[in-house]
Each structure stands twice: as structure tokens, then as C-alpha cells.
């Protein structure tokens, strides 16, 4: 197994779990001096590519959307005619691409209407891959990940923020800058669960992978305050983001009846799941 995006969030945990697996891992990401942009993947004896790595982050695409597209859609574009060359199929973690949505929860026959230039870019990395399956025959799943959290993940994330302000004594009180937005928020180990059971079999899918249920940011903080122990006044900034989405529910039926694929953690269960990780 290959694992692009290996030193990142997602990448770390899911290069643990395949050695946990008893799988041989070839880890490539910044931290092993890889360019996706420039550099060959090291596909030799390789049977699978979980192509993680991209440019993540709505607030920075907006700031430059180009090098966006140019990482998450040509760099995608590269890693799969080194596949397509190689003959190694290939897992594509995508991202939440539906806009505002028309209807709850949302499967993947909803619209896909990009408000972002994040989400424009994961979704053409995602087209390049319709098109490469279609047209070589390749065996692709194409991930569409809903909201990820857990530890070691960096606090540009809205859980991990809120986590570090609680358990910082040092901050007197929450700041955030909008309680309202819904969101369907999915614990890393449940992602990772996922990533494994949807390997492809043969030909192109579009997997939504989610928890199933949204939560307000106000009832994340008083849902991690409950967990942690720890009571602070929050403060909402009230700045709302461009394009906001006022909530997201993934139907994600189509990965269950794939393969059998459900997450095991609610919102409470995963973040007493990271304190007690943090603590251990």
C-alpha cells in the first residue's frame, strides 16, 4: 500500500492503522520531502494508492484558489496516470462538495454545487478520477469525507479549537466566530474504518462518509464541556464565513451497503475517545 499526504492528519492515522493491519506502507507526504507537483511515487510492489495529500482549508483557498486547483486537481491528475501506468487502483479522499444543500441528509445523488474554491478543486481531483476509470478501466472509490476530527489534528479545525481552549487553564473563555452553522462531524478512527473497508473491487463509486447527524457549534461546546469537566464562558464573534452552509447531514446508506461500513462513535463517544487518548 501507498499512502500520498502521509504526514498529515488523516495520512498518520491511516499509515497506522494498515501496519496495525499487518500491511507494508510506503508513507509519502512533506515530511518525507515528497512534491506532489514534481516528484514519482515509489510504486513499485505496490497493489493500492490512498491518495491523501492536497491543499486543505476553506479560509486559505480563499486566498488562493489557484494554487488550490493546481495541487488538489493537477496533483491528483498525476498521481492517477502513475497509477493508470503501474496498473494499482486507487482510493481518493475527497471532501464535502454539495454547497448548501436542497434536501436532509444528503446522498450522493444530491447536486454538487461547490461554494468554495476548496471544495471546487477536491471536486475536479475527483472528475480526473471518473474520467481515468471510465476511460482505462482503472478500479477507483472516490471518497466525499463530511467533517473529521480527532487528536493531533491542528486547530485551524473548529473541535480541535474548541478542545484546546477548554483545556487550556491559561483561556478564560471560548471565542468563536459563529455558534450557529450545523455540521456532520465524524471521529478519525470511524474515517480511517472507512478509508480501509471502501478499497475498490472493480470500477469507479462516490462514497459519502459521514456520521450521520449534525450538531450546532453551540452544542459541540456544551457537549465538550460536558465531556472535559470544564465550564467557560463562550463568546460568539458572530463573523459568519463567506458562503456559509447552515447545516450538512451525509446519507451514507450507499457505503453501508458496499461494504457494510458504519460509524461506531457519536459526537460525545469521540471526544471523551481523544481525551482519554491525549490523557493516555
Not at 26 to 44: E, H, K
Not at 174 to 181: N, Q, R, S, Y
Amino acid at each position: 500500500m501507498l499512502v500520498t499526504g502521509a504526514s498529515g492528519f488523516l495520512g498518520r492515522n491511516l499509515v497506522d492503522r494498515l501496519r496495525q493491519l499487518g500491511c507494508d506502507v510506503v508513507p509519502i507526504g512533506r515530511a518525507q520531502g515528497f512534491d506532489l507537483l514534481t516528484d514519482r511515487l515509489a510504486l513499485d510492489g505496490v497493489r493500492h494508492v490512498f491518495h491523501l495529500a492536497g491543499e486543505t482549508g476553506v479560509l486559505d483557498a480563499w486566498s488562493d484558489p489557484s494554487r488550490f486547483h493546481l495541487v488538489n486537481a493537477h496533483g491528483t491528475v498525476r498521481v492517477l496516470e502513475q497509477c493508470r501506468e503501474a496498473d494499482v487502483s486507487l482510493t481518493y479522499v475527497g471532501a464535502y462538495i454539495y454547497g448548501i444543500p436542497e434536501r436532509l441528509p444528503i446522498d450522493e445523488s444530491h447536486p454538487v454545487r461547490p461554494n468554495n474554491p476548496y471544495a471546487f478543486s477536491k471536486w475536479m481531483g475527483e472528475e480526473a478520477c471518473r474520467w481515468y476509470a471510465s476511460t482505462y478501466d482503472m478500479s477507483i472509490t472516490a471518497i466525499r469525507l463530511f467533517n473529521v476530527y480527532g487528536p493531533g489534528q491542528s486547530n485551524r479545525f473548529l473541535i480541535t479549537r474548541i478542545v484546546d481552549q477548554l483545556m487550556d487553564p491559561a483561556v478564560e473563555s471560548i471565542e468563536l466566530m459563529d455558534l450557529a452553522p450545523r455540521r456532520d462531524y465524524l471521529f478519525v478512527d470511524d474515517a480511517i474504518d472507512a478509508f480501509v473497508a471502501a478499497m475498490p473491487e472493480r470500477g469507479f463509486r462516490v462514497l459519502n462518509v459521514g456520521q450521520g447527524q449534525s450538531w450546532s457549534v453551540s452544542e459541540v461546546v456544551r457537549i465538550a464541556m460536558d465531556v472535559l469537566g470544564v465550564q467557560k464562558p463562550v463568546v460568539d464573534k458572530g463573523n459568519a464565513r463567506p458562503n456559509e452552509i447552515p447545516d450538512v447531514v451525509a446519507d451514507c446508506s450507499a457505503m453501508r451497503d458496499y461494504c457494510g461500513w458504519m460509524p461506531r462513535r457519536d459526537l460525545q463517544t469521540g471526544i471523551a475517545t481523544w481525551l482519554k487518548e491525549s490523557v493516555g
